[in-house]
């Protein structure tokens, strides 16, 4: 055997081992995660998480951003579904909405594209005791294009706002899904 297969064989050798050495800390790591919305993950205030999401009330939302944020939270924790118990925990937030204009037309001077950019301050507090249990704001941006025809227009306004309202809600989901794990 030359020098440089005994090289090669070593090599191989020790990848082999690194290898195995990964395998056995990814199978030793596996045991302790879990996903986050799975029937036995327990939250903060008792039972599962995905309980936990459906136990909260969501106030009314100022303005159409608002309005539809609102309709897509309540499909996002709760699925739609009414529930017959009184929930224990109560969502409050508040909408902001800005136009940011990103290229113009010089030739008529129209706005050809925009940005919606939305902000999001929301707190869920426990109706028990008034306990703050989460609480965050998130920012999206949501593009859109600008025509000369005015209801093109509109309706891509509107339609940035439905975008960003989903990506809001899905945003608090997670974020109040992390704060509602127990540790």
Sequence with gaps: MSSSEAALSTQAQSRRV?????????ALAGGCLQPLYAENTASSIGGSVRNALRDVEIDEIKGLTGHYLRNELVFELDGGGETIAPKRLKLTASVTDALEVVTVDFANGR????????????SVTNKADGKVVSQGTNMVRAPYERSVQRFATVRAARDAQIRAAKSLATLIRGQLSADLVAL
Excluded: F, K, N, Y
Excluded at 111 to 122: C, K, Q
């Design 111 to 122: 706005a050809d594209s925009a940005i919606l950019v939305a902000r999001a301050t929301w």
């Design 18 to 26: 690194m290898l195995a050495m990964a395998l056995s800390a990814a």
